[in-house]
């Protein structure tokens, strides 16, 4: 089973979950940081203080990717790193650590996947408002100038964003992510403005020189109980209502607007009804719709849904009233998510059709188990079945058409997994976090096999 040629093969990680130096080198304060350090929110009162310590293991790191064969690395840069209060003058000290690793990347002969946003907001710009006030996308275009002025003659792919959903919903609707807020119509406000703030850098960083612009979101398939197993099952009219209305609020909420310029009408109708639809300003969505070159995909499990009469919309969801949240019959990884790989060919394949204008990517992709280290290996095989199982999907969507140009897995190395804390391990390497030792487990050796076979 041969990948075309010029499939690219990588990892990925995000910086509050790798890096930890929390205080160093001017870094100011990340929502994050805040966030983790309140009791209650994060399991086992973890926080990403210390994390990996990759940012004084970075060329370590990079030696083992190396040893992978990795083509590709993506990785995000800490805002707050960069501007400690979120605007202002660059900090020399935060983007020197990344001008190394960027360095560091190519020497290895690795490309660099740089993503501007992955949750670290600066503490500064949410106590003014956060994503729910407009200025915030300014400051994050003026960001992403910044950095594109210090890595742009050695970096040629960008990300904007990383899953705006999730920052949006779960950081500003239900509240179990930074900055901790519960309120429908601030995740609906929130979610507009990280949209913009992707218009605005995509525009900035295109007039820079940038050549490929890319938005990362968490797509999946939604579907009914029947149709996790069965492809073919057909959902009666109820059921599948309540799919399309989770697959717009989820998927179309945001790529409707950046490739067309437009909003569905059941998300405007979300928006008038969680607090109005004052903050989209005219202008906004031809902003938004700035030209990227491709969709990032991070898939991990379908939404599993059905018709649910009378049930209240659920906190992460604003819009949901009425549908029901199912479980799905499928083995489980250690998080309890559903294990359905067809569901990611499922998903490449529709995204293709609906946004063919664009290429694709899977820029996160994996699983955490409970992972043991015994005579100084990790045998995660139940790891190697989820990736094998998933990459076979990758390979059909590939051949039914998609135009999908990568697989980076998630992740590069065991991490801070945002409220679970430490206890979930997602990495093709074992982390130590009492020595900081790194042990690649037998996922990524055999992942480097696929690397270098091209294929399964």
Known sequence: MIFPESFVWGAA???YQIEGAVKEDGRGQSIWDTFSHSPGNVAGGDTGDVACDHYHRYADDVSLMRELRLAAYRFSVAWPRVQPDGSGPAN???LAFYDMLVDKLLEAEISPYVTLYHWDLPQALEERGGWTDRDTAYRFAEYAEAVHDRLGDRVGHWATLNEPWVAAFLGYGNGVHAPGRRDPASAMRAAHHLLLGHGLAARRLRELGAQELMLVVNSAPVLTPAQVNDPEAVAGPADAAAAHRIHTLLTRQFLDPAIYGRYPEEVLETAERNGGTGHIKDGDLETIAAPIEQIGVNYYNPCVVEAGPGEPADAAWPGSEGVRFAGADAPTTAMGWPIVPDGLSRLLIRLSRDYPQVGLMVTEN?????????NGRVHDADRVSYLDGHL?????????GADLRG???WSLLDNFEWAEGYRRRFGIVHVDYSTQARVPKDSALWYRDVIVRNGL
Do not use: N, Q, W
Not at 366 to 374: I, L
Not at 392 to 400: D, L, M, Q, S
């Open 366 to 374: 994996g699983a955490a188990f409970d992972d043991v280290v015994e």
């Open 13 to 15: 990680t995000a910086s």
């Open 392 to 400: 076979r999907e990758v390979h059909r969507a590939i051949e039914a």
């Open 407 to 409: 697989y980076l897995v």
């Open 92 to 94: 020399p000290k935060g």
